[in-house]
């Protein structure tokens, strides 16, 4: 018997956790580059909703081709594949926000990738490690996908925070061809500054590639790092709704540190209900938005009813709470 590593161990037993608000908080982190010859597949799984199963989802496998054309996946449609953030699962928070605006489209497969033993809190340095593990194993079940019918030039990955460096990542690792888009929902920005560009989000992961920037600097990756980046409110803490005298009085506790990191993934889903919502300009910089320097500069949407061929920074402006678009 190989020595493992406690963390490994762990790993096969899965440490002790607890919940705190919507967060996971596990004993101890489980470091895959420590475990290399782990089963991926008991840390990483993919759960599939469709208008056919919205609220209870069809587990599918790497190179399983039974639980594959066992479930409702219709190779027809656009398919959305969602990376969640760090602390979070598949079936809260950012997830259950963008999961529930596509299942109201009702013309879409959902691949959730459940990743929360890899994403556990308080270990963000080890999540932020294993953000390359997840992209890397995601980007073999595309290509296994793509195998088995899947059309790249309908697939979208969508990811926030941590969950937006992994789509990155998987994007990157494809096999199979280019992926036609990422969304990347405030992709982290802690220790990804220093990071090459393959263990990161960049503009060479898809076709096109999407940026909603709502906490830059803090949480948020700082500038530019899509084909269009959207700064909504400058793209900076605090966003509307989510200054001091607002957070201090809920009871989350949560809510305080992320409310408007989290901004970027409620305003994504509810572009997802109302693509012709957030209408943003092209801008140089915020201050030149301010001051009506860009009345007459393109605009598209922010979001999901985004035009490919928008390139370069995008502002705009949106009340502080939902429906958030200022119509």
């Given at each position: 018997?190989?020595?493992?590593?406690?963390?490994?161990?762990?790993?096969?037993?899965?440490?002790?956790?607890?919940?705190?608000?919507?967060?996971?908080?596990?004993?101890?982190?489980?470091?895959?580059?420590?475990?290399?010859?782990?089963?991926?597949?008991?840390?990483?799984?993919?759960?599939?909703?469709?208008?056919?199963?919205?609220?209870?989802?069809?587990?599918?496998?790497?190179?399983?081709?039974?639980?594959?054309?066992?479930?409702?996946?219709?190779?027809?449609?656009?398919?959305?594949?969602?990376?969640?953030?760090?602390?979070?699962?598949?079936?809260?928070?950012?997830?259950?926000?963008?999961r529930e605006a596509y299942i109201r489209r009702g013309d879409t497969n959902i691949i959730m990738v459940e990743a929360q033993r890899l994403e556990a809190g308080p270990w963000y340095i080890t999540a932020a490690e294993n953000t390359w593990y997840i992209g890397q194993y995601a980007a073999r079940f595309i290509d296994y996908l793509v195998s088995r019918g899947l059309k790249l030039s309908n697939t979208h990955l969508i990811g926030h925070s941590l969950g937006a460096q992994s789509a990155g990542v998987a994007g990157g690792a494809l096999t199979?061809?280019?992926?036609?888009?990422?969304?990347?929902?405030?992709?982290?920005?802690?220790?990804?500054?220093?990071?090459?560009?393959?263990?990161?989000?960049?503009?060479?992961?898809?076709?096109?590639?999407?940026?909603?920037?709502?906490?830059?600097?803090?949480?948020?990756?700082?500038?530019?790092?899509?084909?269009?980046?959207?700064?909504?409110?400058?793209?900076?803490?605090?966003?509307?709704?989510?200054?001091?005298?607002?957070?201090?009085?809920?009871?989350?506790?949560?809510?305080?540190?992320?409310?408007?990191?989290?901004?970027?993934?409620?305003?994504?889903?509810?572009?997802?209900?109302?693509?012709?919502?957030?209408?943003?300009?092209?801008?140089?910089?915020?201050?030149?938005?301010?001051?009506?320097?860009?009345?007459?500069?393109?605009?598209?949407?922010?979001?999901?009813?985004?035009?490919?061929?928008?390139?370069?920074?995008?502002?705009?402006?949106?009340?502080?709470?939902?429906?958030?678009?200022?119509?």
């Amino acid at each position: 018997m190989h020595h493992i590593p406690l963390a490994c161990f762990l790993s096969i037993i899965h440490p002790p956790e607890i919940q705190f608000e919507n967060a996971v908080l596990q004993m101890t982190p489980i470091d895959k580059s420590k475990c290399p010859y782990m089963l991926d597949s008991s840390d990483v799984s993919f759960q599939l909703y469709t208008k056919y199963n919205p609220t209870i989802y069809q587990e599918l496998t790497l190179n399983d081709d039974e639980s594959l054309f066992a479930s409702h996946i219709d190779f027809n449609i656009p398919t959305v594949i969602y990376f969640h953030a760090f602390m979070e699962s598949a079936s809260d928070g950012s997830s259950l926000m963008v999961r529930e605006a596509y299942i109201r489209r009702g013309d879409t497969n959902i691949i959730m990738v459940e990743a929360q033993r890899l994403e556990a809190g308080p270990w963000y340095i080890t999540a932020a490690e294993n953000t390359w593990y997840i992209g890397q194993y995601a980007a073999r079940f595309i290509d296994y996908l793509v195998s088995r019918g899947l059309k790249l030039s309908n697939t979208h990955l969508i990811g926030h925070s941590l969950g937006a460096q992994s789509a990155g990542v998987a994007g990157g690792a494809l096999t199979s061809g280019q992926v036609a888009r990422i969304t990347a929902l405030d992709p982290a920005l802690p220790l990804f500054d220093k990071v090459s560009l393959e263990q990161r989000l960049d503009p060479s992961d898809a076709e096109f590639v999407d940026v909603i920037h709502t906490d830059m600097g803090i949480f948020g990756f700082p500038g530019p790092v899509g084909h269009a980046d959207f700064y909504p409110n400058g793209g900076k803490s605090p966003q509307p709704g989510c200054n001091l005298e607002v957070v201090l009085t809920q009871q989350l506790l949560l809510n305080k540190f992320f409310c408007s990191h989290w901004r970027s993934y409620m305003f994504y889903a509810e572009s997802v209900v109302r693509p012709e919502s957030f209408v943003a300009s092209q801008c140089s910089s915020w201050q030149q938005y301010r001051t009506g320097k860009c009345a007459s500069s393109p605009q598209v949407h922010m979001g999901f009813g985004v035009d490919r061929n928008a390139r370069g920074n995008f502002y705009l402006i949106t009340h502080k709470e939902a429906p958030f678009s200022i119509e």
